[in-house]
């Protein structure tokens, strides 16, 4: 069942049309999502449209509850210049879009959420942030069993930001354990695109490859695969041509700042071996390891 409180509203039984304007407060009293607006058109389901549509303009406000076997209750946020559902399950979102919830926060273009699939699609300058991470795309899709983030894919012009980690490629997958970055895996796009072929604005070429700076580390290959058991940084793998760096990578860099930027003020050495301002090597794989550091031991050694 559904509620719908409005300053005015007008009817047609011909063509299945409510058109409610001022104050729109449309309920699914089963879940509870609401949807708030100034106004709205709801067309009823009949011969020809097998479900429910739900089309509201001038920016309003959607608030989605996940079904009730969801691990996560909390809802969604949503807000656009336009939203567009059809049935109980799934919404579109369309200028300016929007979405927080309490560990997340996302915005684009234009999104598409499917309850039934459980997925979140980003498209148009996509970005997907939660509490120690920061991605961002031409697009971003999200996985999400039981309303909580299994694996995020951003590709085009991807880029990731965190604490310890920071990778620029064109394409970036990131991968949750109980809300928590468990894995992540870059790689560059097989062929490439160029010309007539490439995304509008975005022509694309088999040499961009993905870039990781991790602590103290700068790494390039064409695939580079990074372990984080419970969000913590162990091990990243870079596979293919790799080449690395020991550089100055600490800290969140800004975007005009970031490995790409880094690796591009220093020139490519041709062999292995040792410069005067940093270490550097080459291989088909190289792998670095990390380990925490308990910084109140270290600044007690030195005290």
Not at 8 to 23: K, M
Not at 206 to 212: F, G, I, Q, T
Not at 221 to 248: C, F, N, Y
């Amino acid at each position: 069942p559904r509620t719908l409180t409005s300053n005015y509203t007008t009817y047609s039984s011909t063509t299945g049309r409510l058109y409610p304007t001022g104050n729109v407060v449309f309920t699914d009293v089963t879940r509870g999502s609401t949807l708030r607006g100034p106004e709205l058109e709801y067309f009823r389901a009949m011969e020809g449209r097998p479900q429910p549509q739900v089309i509201a303009g001038q920016r309003p406000h959607l608030t989605v509850v996940p079904s009730g076997n969801a691990q996560n209750r909390e809802p969604l946020q949503i807000d656009g210049d336009r939203i567009t559902s059809v049935g109980e399950n799934f919404f579109s979102a369309t200028g300016n879009v929007v979405i927080r919830r309490s560990d997340l926060d996302a915005s684009a273009a234009e999104a598409t959420h499917d309850g039934a699939a459980q997925t979140l699609n980003l498209r148009g300058n996509a970005r997907i942030s939660g509490e120690r991470f920061d991605l961002s795309g031409e697009t971003v899709d999200a996985t999400l069993p039981g309303n909580r983030l299994e694996r995020v894919v951003a590709r085009r012009d991807a880029e990731l930001a965190s604490e310890k980690l920071r990778v620029d490629g064109p394409e970036i997958q990131l991968f949750f354990a109980n809300d928590l970055l468990q894995r992540l895996v870059t790689r560059r796009t097989p062929g490439g695109l160029t010309g007539a072929g490439a995304p509008s604005g975005a022509a694309r070429t088999a040499e961009e490859r993905p870039l990781v700076a991790a602590t103290g580390l700068l790494l390039e290959a064409d695939s580079v695969e990074a372990v984080l058991p419970g969000q913590v940084l162990e091990r990243v793998v870079a596979v293919g041509k790799a080449h690395g760096e020991t550089v100055d990578t600490t800290g969140r860099a800004p975007a005009a700042t970031g490995p790409r930027a880094r690796l591009a003020k220093q020139p490519r050495p041709a062999e292995p071996g040792i410069t005067r301002d940093r270490d550097w090597v080459l291989g088909d794989t190289i792998t670095g390891f990390f380990e925490r550091r308990d910084s109140a031991a270290i600044a007690a050694a030195r005290t």
